[in-house]
């Protein structure tokens, strides 16, 4: 089939019935449920995007092997301008939702795509897991479909092994093996956009300790798998909120839920690994996902940083206050935050590594610096949102008082901004700027930069000791050499 249509994509939500809960119902059409309405027609807008001619080449490629077109992100690039290609997908799916979806399809297909071509390492623990990786990531890009993941053990005692929690099987595990499958229980977090989904993937980051072999699986299953249950967080918008008082949180929320497995069968052609500490700690750096998805983690991460920016910058002109010296100083920073981004984003392309079969990653030091630098970054343009809109975020009135007759000649008289600026506009730029950094939405947005890549402090602890074990320190090893004052060396 290959790339498919916003249509196509709805098509396969109605079909399904997964077991959704949403604030104490069961939801009975996850199509119709007004809090998935927007988010669907987002996704269903980024599967267009892959038919208009207008950026058709720049983010599908024809596959040699299936002879379809594609979306780039199942490309395994095999040059730089792969990753150009690859880049453009992450580009314009960004784009067209301001970097606010970090889960958008290309995510997780760069997941997969790059689990599979680097899945020669699992053939050494059991050559089945490999190949069924191999034939899932044929599946998924083959019919186009959009997963979600869950990857972290719910937040129960983190000071504690999943072998040492309460309950055997509070954290995700085996519970059997079948002739059909594998039966597992318990609970993963936190898949974002899950009832939206087609697919559900699970895996984890490293950290099993011996003991958790029953934990240490990867697989995906389809969304409404029987026994699978989608517990939804509560939503930050009700799908009824008017899109000129919430020009983003009415549109762009991703539903964040907790996957509940009530013996839920894993049919073995669906089983990527199982029963091994090694292995499971070993595919986050041996399967390529520590620098795969980063790329585009980055590219979002720099559209959302530069919207943010964006929003800043003309909340300050609106009401004139971009005058003043602090003003200034705070924007510059804003601006100076996104060129990082992007010069640390071109810089991976350019410094590009090379695996022995001839796959190319963005390369990893300025990949992590992203990684390290935008739970920061983040969070700061959005307290210089706060700073510079001050108490201008908090007066503005509704789109129902902008129809009042009775209100609209105080509205257009005293809400209005610098000259050229009507209350109108006004308004409604506050109410954007509001929606990222006053309303549970963009509470979300922030969190989302700090935490969507694993916890940062650790990260970047992984990230200094690599560097302390690889580099040889060879400035200050020479600096320590003792040269007379002809700068001749006397000892080395
Ligand atoms: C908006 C949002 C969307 C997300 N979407 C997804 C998704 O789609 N799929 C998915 O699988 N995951 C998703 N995540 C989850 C994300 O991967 C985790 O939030 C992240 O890995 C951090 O784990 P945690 O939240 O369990 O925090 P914890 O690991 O519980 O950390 C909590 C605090 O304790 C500290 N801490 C915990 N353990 C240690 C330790 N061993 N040493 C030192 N300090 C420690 C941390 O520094 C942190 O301050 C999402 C998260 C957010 C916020
Ligand atoms: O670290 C990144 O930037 C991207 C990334 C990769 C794999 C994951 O499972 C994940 O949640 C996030």
Known sequence: MGIRTGAQYIEGVKSRNPEVWLAGRRVSNVYEEPVFQAPIHQIAKLYDLQHDPKVQEKITHVCAESEERVSN????????????ARRGTFEEFAKATYGLMGRTPDFLNVVVTSMASNSEFLDKYNPEWGRNIRNYYKYIRDNDLFLTHAIINPQNDRSKASHEQQDMYTHLGAVKETPEGLVVRGAKMLATLAPITDEVIVYSFP??????????????????????????????????????DHPLASRFEEMDAVLVFNDVLVPWDRVFLYNNVEAANLLYPKAGIAQQPAHQSGVRGLIKLQFATEVACKIADSIGVDVYLNVQNDLGELVQSVETIRALLRVAEYEHEVTASGEVMPAYAPLETIRG?????????????????????????TDADFENPELRGDLDRYYVGKEGVPSEDRVHLFKLAWDLCGEAFGQRLLQYERYYTGDPIRKRAIFYNNFKRKDSFELVEDALKIYDTKNELINN
């Open 73 to 84: 992100a199942f490309l395994v690039p095999k040059s730089y301008q792969d990753l150009e």
């Open 207 to 244: 950290g099993f300790k011996p003991g958790d072999e029953r934990y240490a699986l990867a697989f995906a299953l389809p969304i409404d798998t029987p026994g699978l249950r989608i517990i939804c967080r509560e939503a930050m918008q009700d799908g009824k909120r008017s899109v000129y």
């Open 373 to 397: 630098l935008l739970p920061t970054m983040y969070p700061r343009a959005i307290e210089v949102m706060q700073i510079i809109g001050a108490g201008g975020l908090l007066m503005s009135p």
